[in-house]
T-cell receptor, first 115, second 111 residues
Framework: DGGITQSPKYLFRKEGQNVTLSCEQN?????MYWYRQDPGQGLRLIYY???????QKGDIAEGYSVSREKKESFPLTVTSAQKNPTAFYLC??????????????FGPGTRLTVL | QKEVEQNSGPLSVPEGAIASLNCTYS??????FFWYRQYSGKSPELIMS????GDKEDGRFTAQLNKASQYVSLLIRDSQPSDSATYLC???????????FGKGTKLSVIP
């Protein structure tokens, strides 16, 4: 089955810790994205990547970092610099990032809670 | 600043009725429009995309786009309790990587 997987499903972080969220896709999509969703809010873009070894900041990149060493994988690290990291994190992918007919598909999400 | 506005609801409709969900957007350069369904605690699921003015039908769902009025809507015919969810409108400018999401409309279908 083709799809997007995210792990873990739930993650608890202590103050001052860095944590890494995993995102893998086997859809052969070129572009991958990380969004954050807070209760009652729309999704906000953290980072995106159109090709391997290249990524761009979204609207709320401060306190986050990413890497794109493989086409299938786009992990997100939430650093201690992110002051309010408790949220639902969603990874998405699409065939191409710069066409008008680009549909984004989402993984199941990781719910991060700061203790 | 690009904005996408949706009525937060909740919108309550009886089972079998037509549910009408509305979305307005601020950026006239927007060219691609998407509707996602999100069940409580789950991730968004793409249900409709529309790129040109007019109606696009897929089963019980119809998306309507009016670029002159900067308005996109989603109609759900013969609403079922399983349609109860939050519906997110997303807008993409042509040639852009980014989707701008509305905050969503919560739909409740009453049996």
């Amino acid at each position: 089955d083709g799809g997007i997987t995210q792990s873990p499903k739930y993650l608890f972080r202590k103050e001052g810790q860095n944590v890494t969220l995993s995102c893998e896709q086997n859809l052969n999509h070129d572009a991958m994205y990380w969004y954050r969703q807070d209760p009652g809010q729309g999704l906000r873009l953290i980072y995106y990547s159109q090709i391997v070894n290249d990524f761009q900041k979204g609207d709320i990149a401060e306190g986050y970092s990413v890497s794109r060493e493989k086409k299938e994988s786009f992990p997100l690290t939430v650093t201690s610099a992110q002051k309010n990291p408790t949220a639902f994190y969603l990874c998405a992918s699409s065939r191409l990032a710069d066409t008008s007919y680009n549909e984004q598909f989402f993984g199941p999400g990781t719910r991060l809670t700061v203790l | 600043q690009k904005e996408v506005e949706q009525n937060s609801g909740p919108l309550s409709v009886p089972e079998g009725a037509i549910a009408s969900l509305n979305c307005t957007y601020s950026d006239r350069g927007s060219q691609s429009f998407f509707w996602y369904r999100q069940y409580s605690g789950k991730s968004p699921e793409l249900i409709m995309s529309i790129y040109s003015n007019g109606d696009k039908e897929d089963g019980r769902f119809t998306a309507q786009l009016n670029k002159a009025s900067q308005y996109v809507s989603l109609l759900i015919r013969d609403s079922q309790p399983s349609d109860s969810a939050t519906y997110l409108c997303a807008v993409k400018q042509g040639g852009s990587y980014q989707l701008t999401f509305g905050k969503g409309t919560k739909l409740s279908v009453i049996p």
